[in-house]
């Protein structure tokens, strides 16, 4: 089989370093990646390391090899084009179709799926004309990745930095996999919660489970490349930021609550993949609770706590919002399923069978979907992130 062919464009920011990282993961992954840089991204990273790195000859200018037409033949055979970094001057020249260089006139060629990865600074990103450029982008169905917030250049913190090129390539793999299907998420904001709650006894104790965040993230991954606005409540996982997705951490099951509240009060779709612990201990010790030898231990008193997933569904932030609960079951698991999908008040719920077989942190998972409306989707044991394309599927359907 051929390898799939990946266009990197990258324009002139400081950031195109990072996307030496992104091409080395993409070549070293089977991808057939040919760099097309701007004349000023030459500035920060030469020909030379383009070159080398990808194993093809590296111009800016439409003039050079003109027999080969290349200014048309890059797009026309690509698989995808990824733009990163993509700077607030490649953003306005790709949204108003400019052509005045290699990486615009392959832009214009192209017909496959188009992913940008903004890098700038703070002012220039929220400037009116960069974020109307990018809303026209996006509306046309390119995929533009939020920059991550952090360390700008020089001493400037903020939005605007690159995605780590770790998160840009997972990006750029689920969009290459879903062929040039629209990304039907666009325009749409997500919520999903991951991980698990951990309920504090004392400054350095607490009650948890085992939920490693990896399905969620998976949720997170691929809403936002199917082009969704998507905030990641993140319950102790310890896992990277995902690209482009606004990663909101928690501690515990109230946490948790307050900001799935917040989150979905705009949101179109909130999934609750996360393991919220049911109870917490009644009293927190502000100190170290102490073993005293001539002592029986003290009882742990648990509390209720809130079941985010039945209050959201009984009181929507906005008319057609769809709402999606996760249940891990042992034993008949659709009857059981069914029961709680009518309990909690759902759209659709993702019933997993759990035992000892099927352990917590794996890389894949089987699972059957069931829709308030009497659907079954079962989904063959497979990776997080084809669950994850069900559900958005799902979701995607309910919504339009
Ligand atoms: N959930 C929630 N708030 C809670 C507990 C669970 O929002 N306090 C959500 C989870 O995120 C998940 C779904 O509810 O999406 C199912 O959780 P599960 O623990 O299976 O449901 P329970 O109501 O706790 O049922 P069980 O008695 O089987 O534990």
Redesign the pocket.
């Known amino acids: 089989m051929d390898k799939p062919k990946v266009v990197l464009g990258v324009s002139g920011g400081i950031a195109a370093y990072k996307a030496c990282e992104l091409l080395r993961r993409l070549t070293e992954s089977g991808h057939d990646v040919r760099v097309v840089p701007t004349a000023s991204a030459l500035h920060f990273v030469g020909a030379a390391t383009w070159s080398a790195l990808s194993g093809h000859p590296v111009s800016t200018e439409v003039w050079d090899d003109v027999h080969e037409v290349p200014h048309v033949r890059i797009g026309q055979h690509a698989d995808l084009v990824i733009v990163a970094p993509a700077t607030a001057d490649m953003l306005a020249k790709a949204a108003h179709g400019l052509a005045d260089d290699l990486l615009t006139n392959t832009l214009l060629t192209a017909r496959c799926p188009v992913v940008f990865a903004p890098a700038m600074h703070t002012e220039m990103w929220e400037h009116p004309a960069t974020q109307e450029n990018v809303a026209t982008l996006r509306r046309r169905g390119a995929v533009v990745i939020e920059p991550a917030v952090g360390r700008l250049t020089g001493v400037d913190t903020g939005k605007g930095r690159l995605p780590e090129p770790a998160e840009i390539f997972e990006v750029c793999r689920r969009v290459l996999a879903r062929g040039v299907t629209e990304p039907d998420l666009v325009g749409r904001h997500v919520v999903v919660?991951a991980g698990g709650t951990r309920e504090p006894l004392d400054p350095v104790r607490f009650l948890g489970n085992r939920s490693s965040g990896k399905q969620g993230y998976a949720l997170a991954r691929t809403a936002a490349a199917r082009g969704a606005r998507v905030t990641l409540i993140a319950a102790n996982t310890g896992l990277p930021d995902p690209a482009g997705v606004d990663v909101v951490p928690v501690g515990t099951?109230v946490q948790l609550r307050e900001a799935v509240l917040k989150a979905a009060a705009d949101a179109d779709a909130v999934v609750?993949?996360?393991?919220?612990a049911?109870f917490r201990p009644e009293t927190y010790a502000a100190g170290k609770i102490k073993k005293k030898d001539d002592q029986e231990p003290e009882p742990i008193v648990l509390v209720r706590?809130?079941?985010?997933?039945a209050e959201i569904s009984a009181d929507r932030a906005r008319p057609g919002q769809v709402v999606v609960?996760?249940?891990?079951e042992t034993d008949d698991v659709l009857a059981n399923g069914r029961t709680?999908l009518r309990r909690?008040g759902c759209d659709l719920l993702v019933v997993n069978e759990v035992g000892e077989r099927k352990t917590f942190g794996s890389e894949e998972n089987e699972a059957v979907v069931l829709g308030a409306d009497g659907s079954e989707t079962p989904v063959p044991h497979g990776p997080k992130e084809a669950l994850a394309e069900t559900v958005w599927d799902l979701v995607a359907e309910r919504l339009s």
């Open positions: 919660s099951a609750m993949a996360a393991a919220v049911d706590n809130p079941d985010i997933l609960g996760f249940a891990a709680k909690k």
